[in-house]
């Protein structure tokens, strides 16, 4: 009885855990996806954005899409698996409320670059140490330092541009 448990087990344990080539799927995907929408958002950026700081982000962005667009597509060429050329659905909703705005747009912008960079750092982070795939590993190790830069770069942005508590609090009589 107990190694019909244990058999039991084992092949429930290998039908709801991903196979390595769904995983492999999925973090491609992902990453594409993340990437697709950092440069779309950003060519917005450089059209709409007043801060000069946002409009240098909104460039390097751009300038790390092209670079990590072209290692995505050969690592998952060599993965036998087609990348995404468009964001996910969630992405492009996000990028037509950019486009949509004019007043704050900086904010949200930023505010949108932050929370995909923080979901991307720990997709990679995740992929990093916990791979078994080899050629992903060592891109999500190599990739971290820039997408670890691209996060700070934009908190701090981020932090620039938060209302001050000063000028949220009302006017004493």
Partial sequence: MKSLAAIC???????????HADTIDAFIEEAAQQSLFQHNSSRIALEKATLPEIKAFARQMIAEHERFDKQIRQLGQSQS??????PSMASKAKQLR????????DRIYIDSQAETL???????KKE????????LKAFAQSALPGIEKQARTA???QEKLKPSAGALAPPKP
């Fill in 81 to 86: 698996m087609a990348v995404p050329t468009e």
């Fill in 118 to 124: 923080e979901q991307k750092l720990m997709l990679f």
């Fill in 9 to 19: 087990l084992a092949l429930l344990a290998v039908i709801v855990q991903p196979s």
């Fill in 98 to 105: 950019l486009e949509s705005r004019d007043d704050a747009f």
């Fill in 128 to 135: 990093a140490m916990s791979s078994q795939n080899p050629q």
């Fill in 155 to 157: 908190r701090d942005l």
